[in-house]
């Protein structure tokens, strides 16, 4: 055959067998398009926000086979992924994790042991920051990646947690901690000190909030223990028996602006919610906390909680200690978006965490009015007790 008969040829070869391989690869995706519908069906179902339940299925069609991978929090959600492949007469490999991650073992539980710990939305100090909690606070652990543990917290938020800032332990363990006698620190910020002076070494800092096990006491001092193992000294002043303290919490309007403006000043720092920096959301859980209601973590969390308060242009239906929601509301269809949260405090006046801790009006006229908010209020949420 002549060379100038072979090129055309070749090419000719080629452009065939590249069609029958993109019109294979066309049926194999098409195939799988119902059930990658089906796949997202399930996660609005069983996570329908992320930060709070885990489906993370994906289909993998790498080595010429299908399999079903990623992780759920729940045995339901595998079980009904399964079933939906099966329905569909698909042939998959059941590659699907349910956490808790059984490597882990018994020990899947943590408790955390610095004043406040950092969760994060990824692994890595550089990812963004989620949540925090504060020493003492149980969490559950769902997995490991190397030095770090992704948790969830009492409140059901999902983040990343350097081990060293965890004591891990059984789920037994974690149960014993928290049925100690505990104590809760109540002064904005303390040091816990290795003897019972003031001028004793620093063995670690505490915020308010912040809960250690009470195992004696010195003269003006008590003695306490870190979840741990560390002991150490604190001022009497500093803290107070948890079980009693939240036995005599009482959420009142004026109780939540009290502790509100404890805070005021305190700078706004994105994922925070301890009194060295605050989020919106961040603020408005712990001022509630300290009254002794929980609320969730991020403000479309807290949208849900509670009771609605109809919004009239006069603000008439709204009372001391509700939630003010800001945001942008939906249209053709589509939801709300809240993007901020502030407590109500009266005649036009509100608290929030937006570059600091502050009192801002609603009223266009006020010198302290924050324009921006005032066209953004979209709705309102009453948490405490009407009584």
């Known amino acids: 055959m002549k060379p100038s008969r072979i ?34 069906v399930l996660k609005n179902r069983f996570a329908p926000d992320s930060h709070l339940a885990v489906y993370t299925v994906d289909l993998d069609s790498r080595n010429g086979s299908l399999a079903l991978t990623g992780d759920v929090d729940r045995v339901e959600a595998r079980v009904e992924t399964l079933q939906a492949a099966r329905r569909l007469s698909m042939r998959v490999e059941d590659r699907i994790r349910v956490l808790p991650d059984t490597a882990l073992g018994v020990t899947n539980w943590g408790i955390t042991t610095l004043s406040v710990a950092n969760g994060r939305e990824g692994t890595g100090h550089s990812t963004e920051l989620g949540t925090q909690t504060l020493m003492g606070e149980v969490v559950r652990l769902l997995k490991r990646r190397g030095r770090w543990l992704y948790v969830q917290t ?61 195992v004696g006491e010195t003269g003006e001092w008590f003695k306490v223990e870190l979840p741990d193992g560390r002991s150490g000294f604190v001022p009497k002043n500093s803290g107070t028996d948890y079980a009693a303290w939240k036995r005599t ?10 502790v509100g403006r404890q805070f005021i000043g305190r700078p706004y720092l994105w994922g925070a919610s301890t009194p060295r920096g605050l989020d919106c959301s961040g603020f408005t859980k712990l001022v509630f906390f300290l009254n002794g209601i929980e609320l969730h973590r991020n403000a479309s969390q807290q949208a849900r909680q509670g009771i609605e308060v109809p919004l009239d242009r006069d603000l008439s239906q709204i009372k001391k200690g ?66």
Request: aromatic share 4%.
């Open 7 to 40: 090129l055309p040829l070749a090419i000719t070869a080629a452009v065939l067998v590249g069609g029958c391989t993109n019109v294979k690869s066309t049926r194999a995706k098409t195939a799988v398009e119902p059930l990658r519908e089906e796949l997202l």
């Open 154 to 214: 009492s409140d059901q938020y999902l983040s990343w947690m350097e081990s060293g800032s965890l004591k891990l332990c059984t789920r037994a363990e974690a149960d014993a901690w928290q049925q100690a006698p505990l104590l809760i620190v109540t002064e904005l910020d303390g040091i816990i000190r290795e003897t019972p002076a003031a001028d004793a070494p620093p063995m670690s800092d505490v915020v308010i909030g912040c809960r250690v096990k009470r």
């Open 249 to 258: 919490r009482q959420p009142t309007p004026e109780n939540i602006e009290r």
């Open 322 to 387: 509700d939630l003010l929601f800001f945001g942008f509301e939906g249209s053709e269809g589509r939801r709300s978006r809240i993007s901020h949260v502030g407590i109500y405090l009266g005649n036009q006046l509100f608290i929030q965490s937006s570059q600091r801790v502050r009192i801002s009006s609603l009223n266009p006229e006020s010198p302290i009015a924050d324009q921006g908010r005032i066209r953004g209020l979209i709705k309102a949420r009453r948490v405490l007790p009407e009584n």
